[in-house]
């Protein structure tokens, strides 16, 4: 009996993650950074590297060598940048001789797994977000997925880049204009002198990646109960769950269901 293999690839911007499966049992994980975008200048190659890194650690693993029968990888902001894929999937399919490679949105692949191709809505949110609705006509719905310089309201990058102000407003003594002391001692307990956060940012290869990772922080702030760190968590779950967003995002199609309508959430547990 021939044994069907597939590598699924979830590639954010914080980070990528790959899953090896054998006859539909996950067999092995990995994971690494993700690229900045696809649509930057190098984004294509950015995510290819990205791809084979982790791709390099399944193979590894014990019974992991070997080429797939069937790759899928999902990729965030594909859809703003769909002149890319072509890119993407020659870059895997070089990598994976003898491979079929599919390569479409992150938006698509946690529709699918969330929902198995049924109609409803799901909402993926990460270092960006996006709620993402499919119509019983098979219409794709989106809202949202602008990117964290126009968009991603409630994402992670939006956390940490609220819970960093609040960090640096205390830090220039404006503790009374929405400053906080948790997070100020937060950001120094992590990168130090907060004076070197602007060059730690901007100097990075993935800023947004940076940013969002003092979401974390901002967590625990909101849990030993700093009331800046509650409010920024509290209107982030706003923009998350608007009744407008919702609507938008749900396919006018889809057929009435009496008792309850078809949702998912995607995401890690951190950012």
């Known amino acids: 009996?021939?044994?069907?293999?597939?590598?699924?690839?979830?590639?954010?911007?914080?980070?990528?993650?790959?899953?090896?499966?054998?006859?539909?049992?996950?067999?092995?994980?990995?994971?690494?950074?993700?690229?900045?975008?696809?649509?930057?200048?190098?984004?294509?190659?950015?995510?290819?590297?990205?791809?084979?890194?982790?791709?390099?650690?399944?193979?590894?693993?014990?019974?992991?060598?070997?080429?797939?029968?069937?790759?899928?990888?999902?990729?965030?902001?594909?859809?703003?940048?769909?002149?890319?894929?072509?890119?993407?999937?020659?870059?895997?399919?070089?990598?994976?001789?003898?491979?079929?490679?599919?390569?479409?949105?992150?938006?698509?692949?946690?529709?699918?797994?969330?929902?198995?191709?049924?109609?409803?809505?799901?909402?993926?949110?990460?270092?960006?977000?996006?709620?993402?609705?499919?119509?019983a006509d098979g219409v794709l719905h989106l809202v949202d997925g602008w990117g964290y310089l126009l968009g991603d309201a409630g994402s992670g990058y939006a956390i940490g880049r609220a819970g960093l102000d609040a960090a640096l407003r205390q830090d220039d003594g404006r503790s009374a204009e929405g400053g906080s002391a948790d997070l100020h001692a937060r950001l120094t307990a992590r990168w130090g002198d907060a004076r070197g956060v602007p060059r730690l940012v901007h100097g990075a290869d993935n800023p947004a990646r940076v940013v969002a990772s003092f979401a974390r922080d901002v967590f625990d702030g909101a849990r030993s109960g700093d009331a800046v760190a509650l409010g920024i968590c509290g209107r982030a779950a706003q923009d998350l769950a608007p009744p407008s967003r919702w609507r938008r995002a749900a396919p006018a199609s889809a057929p009435p269901r009496p008792s309850r309508s078809p949702v998912g959430s995607s995401g890690p547990d951190r950012c």
């Open 1 to 135: 009996m021939t044994l069907v293999t597939v590598v699924t690839f979830d590639v954010g911007k914080t980070g990528c993650r790959g899953a090896l499966w054998r006859d539909g049992a996950r067999v092995h994980e990995a994971d690494g950074p993700g690229p900045s975008g696809l649509a930057d200048d190098g984004g294509a190659q950015a995510a290819v590297r990205c791809l084979a890194a982790v791709w390099q650690d399944l193979a590894a693993a014990p019974g992991g060598a070997g080429t797939p029968d069937v790759v899928v990888a999902g990729l965030a902001g594909l859809l703003s940048a769909p002149d890319r894929a072509d890119e993407v999937r020659a870059g895997l399919a070089a990598g994976l001789p003898g491979a079929r490679v599919v390569v479409t949105s992150d938006a698509v692949t946690s529709h699918a797994g969330a929902l198995s191709g049924q109609p409803g809505v799901v909402l993926a949110a990460g270092t960006g977000v996006s709620a993402v609705g499919l119509g």
